[in-house]
């Protein structure tokens, strides 16, 4: 069914900045550029188009929500590659809304991780959790996180229930968390011994 609300776009205009999370970059930006749909009565704003300074390219606005939303975490250096493509994916389903969907591959990335880390492939997805919490990478006040995954996975795949949006948010937080703390962070250590401050103990004048 065709909405009631339709018009048709006016051309580029320069208007009052918009500040905006870039879908595509990433990047923070102020807009000052964008095209507009009216309604063909009225001159009711239905939707408009914002031009990012930073890549140039467009994110819509409508209904309060920006299309496409921009993902919810950061990129983490130094993940293996498939652990990365799933977190890449985590964070862009719930830019899109599919939030059920992020809780669930969350979960996968999990036990990506605890068998990359030595856990036996097979295995439940608790025995997964726990083997990250027993070896180390989880830190000592995370048992509230390790038990709050445990939940919200188990309900995602097996119980007849929707997950929403700050489920998904919260568990790629927890996620990034896990993979700086096991990827990134190690990666960081100097190869090489800091030079030494020189000379023993300090000598009286």
């Known amino acids: 069914m065709r909405s009631s609300l339709y018009g048709e776009w006016a051309s580029l205009q320069q208007v009052g900045a918009q500040t905006y999370v870039c879908g595509f970059c ?21 939707s408009e188009i914002r031009i990012c300074p930073s890549c140039n390219r467009p994110t819509l606005f409508e209904s309060g929500r920006c299309f496409p939303a921009s993902a919810p975490g950061n990129p983490v250096d130094k993940v293996p590659n498939e652990i990365s493509t799933l977190y890449d994916e985590a964070r862009s389903s719930t830019a899109a809304g599919a939030s059920t969907a992020a809780v669930l591959v969350c979960r996968k990335i999990l036990m990506h991780i605890a068998v990359e880390k030595g856990a036996k492939e097979g295995d439940s997805f608790v025995s997964y959790i726990e083997y990250l919490a027993n070896a180390g990478y989880v830190p000592p006040d995370g048992k509230g996180w390790v038990d709050y995954i445990r939940q ?10 929707l997950m929403r949006e700050e489920d998904a948010i919260a568990l790629i937080s927890f996620v990034e968390m896990l993979l700086r703390f096991i ?23």
Not at 156 to 161: F, G, P
Not at 184 to 197: N, Q
């Open 26 to 46: 990433g990047d923070k930006v102020s807009s000052k550029e964008r095209y507009r749909v009216l309604t063909s009565y009225g001159n009711q704003l239905i």
């Open 152 to 161: 919200k996975g188990n309900e995602a795949n097996h119980e007849i229930k």
């Open 183 to 205: 990827y990134e962070f190690p990666s960081k250590i100097p190869l090489k011994p800091l030079p030494s401050s020189g000379g023993g103990a300090p000598r009286n004048p």
